[in-house]
């Protein structure tokens, strides 16, 4: 177990150090920027490390992974984040140890999300997720709605009882016009985000980037990024 925690100590160190050289090539401050840990696939005992660390958001991207996790951990300082492609049916789960949901991308589960947290008694933060990949209309390879449907999307989310709009998020595309250029992706996101600001002005958060490109989102101006593999390693899947 030490040898873990020094290896997560040494691993987060460096992803600080990296995130601290991009604000600064920025012109941002530190704490302009927030690190979320991408939990996925690692267990409890890593996340209980973590927070001993200094980690205070985690992220997670399957419930019958992250629903007993989340148990497990119930007594530390953490704020979950649900990062994945939502079914409705898990809805009711995730919305019972989510604190913020990334991945809203279609009015039925923004019905579903304030349905369960009205039940819960609960306010959740949502994102809408973005598909830079989508054409109008569509939905991305990985979730995510087209530009044009995010005003109308986040509308229905500010009008939902339990419901906050908290911002956007998006994945950097495999496909499409942004395919291989992640900053340019991140530009765009940030256009989205002042656009969305105008008529929702404490939609403030823009989560972007991961190991392999934080440096680009923090330069594009993201406020959140989601960083799994260069804290964690890479190791097998649960299960």
């Known amino acids: 177990m030490t040898e873990r925690k020094d290896e997560l100590a040494a691993n ?4 600080e ?3 601290a050289a991009a604000c600064a090539a920025a012109g941002r401050p530190r704490e302009d920027v927030t690190l979320i840990v991408v939990t996925k696939t690692y267990p409890a005992a890593d996340v209980r490390t973590l927070s001993g660390l200094g980690v205070r958001q985690v992220a997670e991207n399957r419930d019958q992974d992250a629903a007993p996790k989340a148990a497990e951990c119930a007594d530390l300082p953490l704020s979950w ?14 919305v019972g140890y989510a604190d913020v949901v990334q991945s809203v991308d279609r009015s039925r589960l923004v019905t579903a999300l304030s349905k369960e947290a009205v039940r819960a008694g609960r306010e ?22 087209a530009p044009d449907g995010i005003e109308e999307l986040a509308g ?4 939902s009882p339990g419901l906050r709009l908290d911002g956007l998020m998006t994945v950097a595309p495999l496909t499409g016009p942004y395919a291989g250029r992640q900053q340019a992706a991140f530009e765009r996101l940030m256009d989205l985000s002042t656009r969305l600001r105008g008529n929702h002005p404490a939609a403030t958060m ?3 980037g991961m190991s392999a490109d934080l440096e680009q989102a923090v330069a594009a101006g993201a406020t959140h ?4 593999t260069a804290v964690l390693g890479v190791r097998p899947r649960l299960g």
Do not use: M, P, W, Y
Not at 12 to 15: K, P, Q, T
């Open 81 to 94: 984040h649900f990062v994945g492609q939502l079914q409705t049916n898990k809805v009711r789960s995730v």
């Open 156 to 159: 229905l989310v500010a009008r």
């Open 12 to 15: 987060l160190a460096r992803v």
């Open 225 to 228: 990024v989601r960083v799994g």
């Open 124 to 145: 959740l933060g949502c994102l809408i997720q973005v598909a830079l990949d989508a054409e109008a209309g569509d939905r991305g390879e990985r979730g995510g709605v």
């Open 206 to 208: 823009v989560s972007a």
């Open 17 to 19: 150090e990296r995130i």
